[in-house]
């Protein structure tokens, strides 16, 4: 009897987390389908409100590191002024996270219908309760096909810019 209670908190306590894994992992992809919704929509406040307070936003530009301060503020209103943002929609996710479940990664590939298709990754945290980003980054996908034509094309534009700033 005494293996038996045994077995059955285990399975108690397996199937509890396993519970509890499967709110987060849902919750994480609600919140995630929402930023990505709020930038298409240009909602600002939204958007920013999916952060922590000292999160960032990595761009796909070598200079491109946002903390969530006033610069990245002035960015997404000048750039969600007119009304539009950018669309980008998941169509793969993976979620991940600490054994305390307080941290949660997560790598996706998104596709806009402008640019073609991305790899996003993010850091979230569980406040109060609730997930939020604590850093997204973006990354262009380049066939390794056509790799050596992009690196040089990435090489002689860092070079043209760099030149410029002399």
């Known amino acids: 009897m005494k293996k038996f209670l045994c077995l059955m908190s285990l ?32 909602d600002q406040e939204r958007y920013l409100g999916f952060f922590t307070k000292d999160g ?11 903390p969530l301060n006033p610069d990245f503020k002035t960015y997404v209103a000048e750039r969600f002024k007119g009304g539009t943002g950018w669309t980008y929609k998941s169509v793969e996710r993976h979620i991940a996270f600490a054994p ?28 109060d309760g609730a997930w939020k980003i604590a850093h997204y980054s973006m990354s262009v996908l380049v066939p390794n096909e056509v790799w050596v034509a992009v690196s040089d094309l990435t090489k002689a534009a860092v070079a043209k810019r760099n030149s410029e700033k002399k």
């Open 11 to 42: 399975v108690f306590v397996f199937g509890a987390v396993s519970a509890r894994a499967s709110d987060d992992k849902a919750a994480i992809n609600t919140l995630v389908d929402a930023f990505h919704e709020a930038a298409a929509q240009a």
């Open 56 to 66: 960032v936003f990595m761009g796909t530009d070598d200079w491109e590191r946002w």
């Open 100 to 127: 305390d479940h307080k941290m949660a990664w997560f790598d996706e590939i998104t596709k806009s219908e402008k640019w073609g298709t991305f790899r996003g990754t993010g850091v979230l945290l569980k406040q």
